[in-house]
């Protein structure tokens, strides 16, 4: 029993040993079908995750291809189209990141004033996370995710703080890894852009109508302008002389007012000398009672 088992067991292995080598051999069905041939033993496999057989990559004549999603160390994109970075040296990323492992120093012109564009970018590979954090809140798409997986060093520092120039890359090593989502970007970009063109060029139009309509305005004869400032000479004229009758009407008006100020003061007197009379007569009639009690 012992025996029949041992000899069954090493027949699965005696199986295995022999497909390693026919699938080595085998064009159609293989691992390495849909695989990039780089020459000399060097491949990249594209092995799908429900393929049946050999599983194990002979790293490092063999890298197995990463996913479009795989994320490890940023990477700066180099605009080739407009020749310039797309990092504005906005500092987002810097904030968002968890680690704090990013390090931005703004550029400046001659005059020492800043300008959008950085001057040094610093990331230190030992202690950045891989999150994504600062290619999802990056607003000008200037940061995304490498797959350089290989970063094996000797001296962790300086070695694994890359600066700019080790960061930075064409747009197109960008659209190679991700494609999927280069397409979108490059879609959504693309329509933002016509957007803006549509609304320059109305605004345009716009302009030029408004344009056309004053070209097109009647205007004035030097004889018309001439009557028109006339008419506004007799009108300023017939005004200050409305304006003068009326200072001179209240002249008068001024005028009256002393007389009729003497009058009240004549109609007070009067009052008062009547008062004096009834005051004399009533201590008189007083003075009368007295005497007659007496």
């Known amino acids: 029993m012992f025996g029949t088992g041992l000899l069954k067991g090493l027949g699965v292995t005696l199986k295995h040993f022999t497909n390693t080598y026919n699938d080595d051999r085998s064009k159609v069905p293989s691992r390495y079908e849909d695989s990039i041939d780089l020459g000399?033993?060097?491949?990249?496999?594209?092995?799908?995750?429900?393929?049946?057989?050999?599983?194990?990559?002979?790293?490092?004549?063999?890298?197995?291809?990463?996913?479009?999603?795989?994320?490890?160390?940023?990477?700066?994109?180099?605009?080739?189209?407009?020749?310039e970075d797309r990092c504005t040296a906005c500092g987002i990323c810097a904030k968002v990141c968890p680690p704090q492992c990013i390090w931005i120093?703004?550029?400046?012109?001659?005059?020492?004033?800043?300008?959008?564009?950085?001057?040094?970018?610093?990331?230190?590979?030992?202690?950045?996370?891989?999150?994504?954090?600062?290619?999802?809140?990056?607003?000008?798409?200037a940061i995304k995710m490498n797959h350089d997986v290989e970063l094996a060093v000797f001296d962790r520092y300086p070695q694994l703080v890359y600066d700019k120039e080790e960061l930075t890359v064409p747009v197109e090593y960008y659209a190679a890894l991700w494609p999927t989502q280069y397409a979108q970007e490059e879609k959504v970009r693309r329509e933002a852009e016509e957007a803006e063109r549509a609304k320059a060029e109305a605004k345009a139009k716009a302009d030029a109508e408004k344009a056309k309509q004053?070209?097109?305005?009647?205007?004035?004869?030097?004889?018309?302008?001439?009557?028109?400032?006339?008419?506004?000479?007799?009108?300023?004229?017939?005004?200050?002389?409305?304006?003068?009758?009326?200072?001179?009407?209240?002249?008068?008006?001024?005028?009256?007012?002393?007389?009729?100020?003497?009058?009240?003061?004549?109609?007070?007197?009067?009052?008062?000398?009547?008062?004096?009379?009834?005051?004399?007569?009533?201590?008189?009639?007083?003075?009368q009672r007295r005497e007659s009690s007496e």
């Open 40 to 83: 000399g033993r060097h491949k990249i496999v594209d092995q799908p995750s429900d393929m049946s057989g050999l599983i194990t990559i002979q790293y490092p004549e063999e890298k197995r291809m990463l996913p479009e999603r795989f994320r490890y160390i940023p990477m700066l994109l180099w605009d080739t189209e407009k020749g």
């Open 105 to 141: 120093v703004r550029d400046s012109d001659a005059d020492g004033k800043p300008v959008t564009r950085p001057a040094e970018f610093y990331i230190d590979a030992t202690v950045c996370m891989s999150c994504g954090f600062c290619a999802e809140f990056c607003p000008f798409d």
């Open 214 to 287: 004053a070209a097109d305005k009647p205007k004035r004869t030097p004889e018309e302008i001439e009557a028109m400032k006339k008419k506004a000479a007799e009108r300023a004229a017939a005004a200050r002389a409305k304006a003068s009758g009326e200072a001179d009407a209240g002249g008068a008006e001024a005028s009256d007012a002393p007389s009729a100020s003497a009058a009240g003061a004549d109609d007070a007197d009067a009052k008062r000398a009547r008062l004096e009379e009834l005051k004399r007569k009533a201590a008189e009639r007083a003075k």
